[in-house]
């Protein structure tokens, strides 16, 4: 019963606030302008790069060795 009075009294002033405010329509000019597109394409260069690629003894290496970190909480403790 205290939920739907609440409700109740809520709406009201709700709705007399609403009606307080007079709202005034506001007119927009619109301005319109012309638009100029000028696309110029130009072949792009290519540019060869010699990089180093790391070579590792066995497969996934890196992965493994990034998956296998430890920290402090790791360790054992002695109940």
């Known amino acids: 019963m205290k939920t739907v009075f609440t409700f109740i009294f809520f709406f009201i002033i709700g709705a007399t606030a609403m009606a307080q405010s007079p709202s005034k329509e ?21 540019v060869k790069t010699n ?3 790391r070579v590792y003894k066995f497969k996934n290496t890196r992965v493994k060795k990034e998956l296998s970190f430890t920290t402090k ?7």
Do not use: G, H, P
Request: hydrophobic share 50%; charged share 30%.
């Open 26 to 46: 506001v007119k927009v000019e619109t301005l319109t302008y012309e638009i100029v597109i000028d696309i110029k394409i130009e072949k792009a260069t290519v």
């Open 51 to 53: 990089t180093v690629a």
């Open 73 to 79: 909480r790791n360790k054992a403790k002695i109940a």
